[in-house]
C-alpha cells in the first residue's frame, strides 16, 4: 500500500522516524566506553519518565512478560501468598506467571471493564492480621478492556491498613502515556515494556525497583538466573551488563526518552489524553458503547469498543483490514470477539487519529453496523477544534 501506514493496536506503537534512524546506527563495543555513556544516559532518562529518584532502573532483553517473571522471581519465594488483582487478561497472566514460580495467589476478581477497587485491597489487608500477604499485583492500564485503575488510591490503600506488602505494577500501557510517579506512589516494582508509550519496536523488559524491592529480593528464593536482578545491577555498576544487551534498542530508547524530554511529560500526557477523549466522542457519536465502565477510569492509550451485538470483533477487524488496510485490537481472553480496541498511544498526532477514525467508520458502515457516516469524525473534529492550541499567526 501506498501512503504512511496504520498500526492502531494498542502497541507496538508506531516507530518514529528518529527512533528508526537511531536503531539503524552501526552497533558499538557493549563492554566499551561509549556502550557506557549510553547505558548511563538511558537509566537517567528512564528515571525522569518513572519520576523516580531514589528508584534503580534495570533492563533486560525480553518483553513484558519477561518484565513479570523477572518482578516475581526477584521479590518472592515459593509458597508466600499475594493478592492479585485480575481485572482483565494482562492481570490474569501476571497472576499466572506468579502460579507458575509456586506463588499462592489470593484473587480479588474485578468485573472486566471496571478498575481495581482500592478499598476492597484496604478491607483485605485490614483482616491479613498476620501479614501474610507479601505482595500486591495489579496492572495500572488492562490493556485488553480500556481501563485504568488509580494506582495512587492503591498506595493509600495500602498504607491505610499499615499493611507491609509490595506494591508490584504493571505499567506497560501506561508509562509514556499517562500519569505514573514511582516515588510519590511509593510503587516497589513497575515493570513495562519499549513498544507502548516509549515508541520502540518490541524485544526488551524494564523495571524501576524500590529499596524495599531490593530488600525483599536479598531474600527472595525463587530460582532465577537470567531475570536475576543481582548480577545486571552489579555489572550495571561499570556500565555493562553480564550478557549481550538490546544495543540496538538503546539506541533507540535514548533517542525516544529525547523525544519525551523535548515534548515535556506533561504535554506527553495531555496529547494522549486529548486524543483519546476525541475518539471516545467520536464512538459515543457512532452510537457505539464502550467497554470501560466508568468514565474516571477510562484509558488514555487505548479505548476498547463493545461490538454491538451479535456481531463478532474479530470478523469486523479483519474486514478493516482488508477494506482499509488498518489493524486494531481484538478482544483477549474472556472478551474474545466481543469488542474492537483502538490505539491511541505513542507518537500519534490528531490528523491521525482523524484518518484512524475515518477507516473505523466505513468499516462498521461496510460490515452492517447502522452508523451515520462522519458523525464520528464530526464529533472528533468538534473536540479537538474546542480545545486546540491557538497557534500564532505566521
Ligand atoms: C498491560 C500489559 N502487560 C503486559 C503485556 C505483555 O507484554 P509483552 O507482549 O511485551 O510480553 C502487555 C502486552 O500488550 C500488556 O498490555
Known sequence: ???????????????PERVVRAISQPLIDHRGPQFAALLGEVTRGLKDIFRTVE??????????????ESCIVNTLSPGEKVLGCVNGHFSELFCRTATAHGIDVERLEIEYGAGVPAEQIEQRLRRDRDRQIKAVLVVQTETSTGVTSNLAAIRKAIDAANHPALLLADVVS????NDLRFDEWKLDVALTAPQKGLMLPPGMALLAVSEKALEANRSAKCARSFW???PVLASNVGGHFPYTPATALLFGLSESLKMLSEEGLENVFQRHARLAEACRRAIAAMNLK???QNPAEYSNTLTAVAMPDGLDSDAFIDHTLKLVD??????????????FRIGHLGSLNELELLGVLAGV??????????IPLGAGLAAAETYLLETAKKRSPL
Open 55 to 68: 528508584g534503580r532502573i534495570l533492563l533486560f532483553p525480553g518483553s513484558g512478560t519477561g518484565a513479570w
Open 361 to 370: 467508520e466505513m468499516a462498521l458502515k461496510s460490515f452492517g453496523v447502522k
Open 1 to 15: 500500500m501506498s501512503g504512511r501506514s496504520f498500526l492502531q493496536i494498542p502497541g507496538p506503537s508506531l516507530v
Open 228 to 230: 536475576d536482578w543481582q
Open 326 to 339: 488498518l489493524p486494531l485490537g481484538k478482544g483477549l481472553g474472556k472478551v474474545k470477539g466481543k469488542l
Open 290 to 292: 464502550l467497554f470501560a
Open 174 to 177: 501506561s508509562l509514556g502515556c
